[in-house]
C-alpha cells in the first residue's frame, strides 16, 4: 500500500480557502492553496495609508463566546484564542433623525430604556424587541458538521439550544427590516430599525445581528482584519500547507467527470486528488467551470435580483486629527447624493478609535459607507474608466462635504485616506456584483443553503460564504470545514476533524 498523502488544492485564499486548507492538513491530506492575490484574507482585509490602517471588514465577528462550537473553529484555524484582547465598544450603533438619535447598546436594559425615553408611546413593541432580541441570542450556527450530515441527536441538542429561536422566526421572519421599523411611532426608532442592514433583509436576521452583539458572542478582535487573515495563514503554512499567492487560477480540469486540478493564468497545470472552490460561486460556475454545473436553486437566485439581493457600499477612508465626539457608528440624513439614477440621504460613518494600532497617537480613522445595490453596481460597470475616475472622484468630494456639513469640528482635521467602490470588491476578489456578504434574505426567498457538492463531477467541492444565506465570516469559515468533511464521509473516515 502506498504511502502518498492525497493532495488538496484549495483555490482562493479568502477566510473559506484558508479554513479549508487547515482543516485538509488536519485530516491527513497535503494541502496547497492558491491565491490570485499578493496576499491572502480575500473580503478579510485592510491596508495602509500615510501611516494609518484602514480596517476593512470586522465589525462584528460571531462566535467569539468560548462556549460557542464556533469559536473552537475560529481557534483551530489560528484565527482566535484564549488569549484574544478585543475591542471594548459598547453598542452596535447609533441613529440620528431631526436632531434626535437613539442607540442599540450592548446592554438591552439601556436600550429599552433609552428606546421607551425617546418614544413613550412605543413601549409595548420595544419591550417585546428587546425580548425577541434575548430570545435571538441563543441562536447559533452549526459548526460541528454540516446540517445534511446531523443526525437526530444532533437535531435535539441544536434544538434544545436554540429553544427561543422559533419564537422570533414566527414572529420576525415574515417581515422586513422596513416593516419591522414601520410598525414604531417614531421615526427615529424606525429608522433604527433598518439602518444597519438593508431594508428588505427580513427583520430576523437583524434581531441575530444585534443579539449576537448583546450575547457577548460578536466581539471585535484588535488589531483588526487584515491581521486575523494573515494569523490564519501562518497556522496553514506552520502546519505544512503551501500557499501560493499573485496565483489566479483560469480553469478547474475536469477528465473523465473527475476534477483533476487547475490551470492558472500563467499555463501552468497542478494536479489533485480533491479540488475545494472558496471562491464566489459565479465566477466558479461559469469561469473555473462551466456554468451548466450550477445547482439550480444558486442559478435562480442569480437570475433573480429582486427576491435575491446582493450588498456592497461605495467607502471612503479620513485621517481624523482631533479627538472626535462621534463613537462608533453613527447613521445620520444628509443633503442627496446622486450615484447614476439613484438618489440616498443617508450615510454612516464609523469611528476606529477602539483600535489605537490603526492611527498614530491621537488621531483616528474615520470611514463613510454609503450603501450600494446589484443596481448600484451595474451603473459602476458602465462607466468607461474615465467616467468611473471622475464619478469616483466626485461622490468621494461630496461625502467628504456632507461629514463635515453633520460634522463641523471635523473641517480643518479630516483628512482623505482613500475611497473605493462595489466595483473594487469584483476587481480584487472577483465578487459578484461587488458582493461583501452571500445573498440577501428577503421576506419573498428562501435562505440559501449549497450543499457544495457538483453534480456531475466528482471530487470538486465549494466553500466560501456562497454556499449559505447571509454569508458573512462566520458562514466562510466553517464552510471550509465542511468541504474537507465531504471528502472524508466519501471516502468512508470519520467525519471529526
Ligand atoms: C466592508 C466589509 C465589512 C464586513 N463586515 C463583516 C462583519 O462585520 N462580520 C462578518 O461576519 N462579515 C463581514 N464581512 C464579510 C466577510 O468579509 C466575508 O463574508 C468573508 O470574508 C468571505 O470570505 P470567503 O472566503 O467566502 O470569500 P472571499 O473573501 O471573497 O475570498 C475569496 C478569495 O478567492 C480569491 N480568488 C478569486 N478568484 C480567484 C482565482 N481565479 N484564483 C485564485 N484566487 C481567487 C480572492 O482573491 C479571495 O481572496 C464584511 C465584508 C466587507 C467587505
Not at 75 to 91: M, P
Amino acid at each position: 500500500m502506498s504511502d502518498r498523502k492525497e493532495k488538496v488544492i484549495v483555490i482562493g485564499g479568502g477566510i473559506a480557502g484558508l479554513s479549508a486548507g487547515i482543516y485538509a492538513l488536519k485530516a491527513g491530506f497535503e494541502a496547497e492553496i492558491y491565491e490570485k492575490n499578493a496576499i491572502p484574507g480575500g473580503e478579510c482585509m485592510g491596508w495602509n495609508r500615510n501611516g494609518y490602517h484602514i480596517d476593512n471588514c470586522i465589525h462584528w465577528l460571531t462566535g467569539t463566546d468560548p462556549e460557542n462550537a464556533l469559536w473552537q473553529v475560529w481557534k483551530t484555524v489560528g484565527a482566535i484564542d484564549e488569549n484574544t484582547e478585543y475591542a471594548e465598544t459598547d453598542r452596535f450603533y447609533t441613529s440620528c433623525v431631526d436632531g434626535k438619535e437613539v442607540t442599540l447598546w450592548n446592554d438591552l436594559e439601556r436600550t429599552e430604556k433609552e428606546l421607551i425615553r425617546e418614544s413613550p408611546g412605543d413601549e409595548a413593541e420595544i419591550r417585546k424587541f428587546i425580548q425577541y432580541v434575548r430570545y435571538a441570542e441563543k441562536c447559533v450556527l452549526p459548526a460541528i458538521k454540516p446540517m445534511d450530515m446531523m443526525g437526530i441527536k444532533d437535531y435535539l441538542e441544536m434544538g434544545k439550544s436554540m429553544a427561543d429561536m422559533p419564537k422570533v422566526m414566527k414572529e420576525y421572519g415574515k417581515i422586513s427590516c422596513k416593516e419591522l421599523g414601520m410598525r414604531f411611532g417614531s421615526p427615529v426608532i424606525r429608522k433604527l430599525m433598518c439602518d444597519y442592514l438593508p431594508e428588505e433583509y427580513t427583520a430576523y436576521s437583524f434581531l441575530v445581528s444585534y443579539g449576537t452583539m448583546t450575547s457577548g458572542n460578536g466581539k471585535i478582535p484588535l488589531k483588526g482584519s487584515l491581521a486575523m487573515s494573515l494569523r490564519m495563514a501562518d497556522r496553514f503554512k506552520e502546519m505544512g500547507g503551501i500557499l501560493h499567492t499573485s496565483s489566479s487560477v483560469e480553469k478547474i480540469v475536469i477528465e473523465k467527470k473527475k476534477a483533476r486540478g487547475i490551470r492558472l493564468a500563467d499555463g501552468s497545470f497542478a494536479t489533485a486528488d480533491h479540488v475545494i472552490s472558496a471562491v464566489d460561486t459565479d465566477y466558479l460556475f461559469g469561469k473555473l467551470i462551466d456554468r451548466k454545473y450550477m445547482p439550480k436553486d444558486l442559478a435562480k437566485a442569480y437570475a433573480d435580483r429582486r427576491s435575491y439581493p446582493v450588498t456592497t457600499g461605495f467607502q471612503a477612508a479620513y485621517a481624523i486629527n482631533a479627538d472626535f465626539s462621534a463613537k462608533d457608528t453613527v447613521f445620520f440624513e444628509c443633503a442627496p447624493l446622486k450615484v447614476g439614477e439613484r438618489s440616498f440621504s443617508r450615510i454612516s460613518v464609523k469611528n476606529y478609535s477602539y483600535d489605537r494600532s490603526f492611527a498614530p497617537e491621537g488621531k483616528t480613522v474615520l470611514q463613510a459607507n454609503l450603501v450600494q445595490s446589484d443596481e448600484d453596481y451595474l451603473y459602476w460597470e458602465s462607466l468607461s474608466p474615465e467616467e468611473y475616475a471622475e464619478a469616483k472622484r466626485k461622490l468621494t468630494g461630496e461625502l467628504t462635504e456632507r461629514i463635515t456639513a453633520r460634522f463641523p469640528e471635523l473641517k480643518d482635521e479630516i483628512m482623505l485616506l482613500d475611497s473605493w467602490t462595489p466595483l473594487t470588491y469584483n476587481r480584487y476578489c472577483n465578487a459578484y456584483h461587488g458582493s461583501y456578504m452571500g445573498f440577501v434574505t428577503t421576506v419573498g426567498s428562501r435562505q440559501m443553503r449549497f450543499k457544495g457538492i457538483v453534480k456531475g463531477v466528482s471530487d470538486l467541492y465549494v466553500a466560501g460564504q456562497w454556499i449559505m444565506s447571509p454569508g458573512g465570516l462566520p458562514v466562510a469559515v466553517v464552510s471550509g470545514k465542511f468541504a474537507v468533511q465531504r471528502i472524508l464521509k466519501k471516502q468512508g473516515k470519520s467525519i471529526e476533524v
